[in-house]
């Protein structure tokens, strides 16, 4: 084999690694972000793993609301009509949350069995709800699945 060819094979072979290893970063840095939409029958149907991020959607439950008086810790539960998910959260909420409200909550199963809520997000008006908790909801046969855009 000549130099020429021995240069050129070596830095084939280099770019060849380098494109393995940045499709390795990739991939690993968007299985880590990537966050799955679940449903509270999900939740109670599936072993799901603590501490693995997801998103949980549905229902807030009515007269399910607690607030503490001294710090911005909320409480609520989070049904899709045939199984309903204790959530905690801490920090203000969207203005448009309230019982009976369609929302996705960001966040992870803590080892006490409740969901630690990192981000809340409520519907933006009376007629949207997003789709994966209006999918979820008419699974679950709820009465006010009429979601959509």
């Known amino acids: 084999m000549t130099p020429t060819r021995k240069r050129r094979l070596i830095a084939v072979l280099v770019v060849i690694a380098g494109v393995g290893l ?15 939409f679940v449903s509270p029958t999900d ?9 693995k991020r997801f998103r949980l959607g549905g229902l ?20 899709d009509g045939l199984a309903s998910v204790d959530v905690q959260f801490n920090g203000i909420l969207p203005d448009l949350f309230r019982e009976g409200q369609g929302i996705i909550a960001i966040g992870e199963l803590t080892p006490g069995g409740y969901f630690e809520a990192e981000e809340v997000l409520a519907k933006h008006d009376e007629n949207y709800m997003p789709p994966e908790v209006a999918d979820a909801l008419e699974k679950a046969g709820h009465p006010d699945a009429g979601g959509g855009e």
Do not use: C, W, Y
């Not at 990739?26 to 299985?31: G, T």
């Not at 807030?60 to 539960?77: N, P």
């Open 43 to 51: 939740v109670k149907e599936q072993s799901l793993p603590t501490g």
């Open 22 to 36: 940045a499709a390795t970063v990739a991939f690993r840095a968007l299985q880590e972000n990537m966050l799955f």
């Open 60 to 79: 807030v439950a009515m007269d399910s609301v607690s607030r503490a008086d001294d710090s911005l810790a909320v409480t609520f539960i989070v049904t």
